[in-house]
Nanobody, 126 residues
Framework: QVQLVESGGGSVQAGGSLRLSCAASGYTYSTYLMTWFRQAPGKEREGVAGVHTVLGFTYYGGAVKGRFTISRDNANNTLYLQMNNLKPEDTAMYYC???????????????????WGQGTQVTVSS
């Protein structure tokens, strides 16, 4: 089992920044892919940014590329999402997800992931 706990969400004005954290515990050795998703009311869950925790590959959704940066601290088993130049469209619940097994799905497919955090709310006002 892997446990994921997100933190760092909050309310900011457009143009501001936040850094989200995802603390992982449990059998974290088995995770190879960790990704931030977000979901706004009435919308599908969307892959925001992911990282292959072993090889270091990173992935970004087109809506955030150039504004958000995913990083990890392997010593602390923590995943981060630095969110700059926030826009109202970024308002969503942000979830951390971890995958332990390879699948035919893409990094941005929720079905790829075995474990999920409870989410942290990000609200960007105009």
């Amino acid at each position: 089992q892997v446990q994921l706990v997100e933190s760092g969400g909050g309310s900011v004005q457009a143009g501001g920044s936040l850094r989200l954290s995802c603390a992982a515990s449990g059998y974290t050795y088995s995770t190879y892919l960790m990704t931030w998703f977000r979901q706004a009311p009435g919308k599908e869950r969307e892959g925001v940014a992911g990282v292959h925790t072993v090889l270091g590959f990173t992935y970004y959704g087109g809506a955030v590329k150039g504004r958000f940066t995913i990083s990890r601290d392997n010593a602390n088993n923590t995943l981060y999402l630095q969110m700059n130049n926030l826009k109202p469209e970024d308002t969503a619940m942000y979830y951390c997800a971890a995958a332990t097994r390879a699948s035919s799905g893409s990094w941005s497919s929720p079905a790829t992931y075995d474990y999920w955090g409870q989410g942290t709310q990000v609200t960007v006002s105009s």
